[in-house]
């Protein structure tokens, strides 16, 4: 029996060893097809890494906001390193666009509110068009207090509300 064995894994090893006779010119032929076929895959596996990245860029620039003081407009030093990587990436992508949305908090009339998140709108997109964003690639919208990120009635809230933020669009 353990002969049989060994007379049975010889012949395995045998037959596995052996190297099948192949025509040349179907081997190239196959080779050639295989690798287009691989440039395509990679190819679009990395636009799709590049899309993928650039939509995680987007998400993380649309995270950030530019806040502003009780009653104001005026952009506050600390959030000229949000504009400054706003306009990097604007500029950088000729086919994007950026909606800036003004928001206030809860107080003051419909109207006072509505026209202070546009104050707040131009005053940011000033600011972008300092560091070479075009006029033509970024659009004002003014929400008034009919956006809020919290809900609650103390300064908190209200601190978080008195925002305005960015919306980009590629395309």
Partial sequence: MKIFAVLLAS??????????????????QAKGQSSATTATESSISTAELE????????????KQS?????????????YQSVLQKEAAFI??????????EGNADERGTEQYNLI???????????ALE????????????????????????????????RRVDFLHKLG
């Fill in 11 to 28: 012949l395995l090893v045998a037959a596995c060893a052996a190297t099948p006779k192949v025509n040349t010119a179907e081997a190239t």
């Fill in 130 to 161: 300092e560091y070479g964003v075009p006029a033509s690639h970024i659009k004002i919208v003014t929400l008034g207090k009919g956006k809020p990120r919290l809900l609650c009635h103390e300064e908190k809230c209200w601190k978080e509300n």
């Fill in 91 to 100: 500029n950088a992508h000729l086919n994007d666009s950026v909606t800036l």
């Fill in 51 to 62: 899309l993928q990245k650039l939509n995680a860029e987007i998400d993380q620039l649309q």
């Fill in 66 to 78: 530019d806040y502003f003081d009780y009653n104001k407009s005026d952009i506050k030093p600390e």
């Fill in 116 to 126: 202070l998140g546009e104050k707040r709108a131009v005053a940011t997109k000033k």
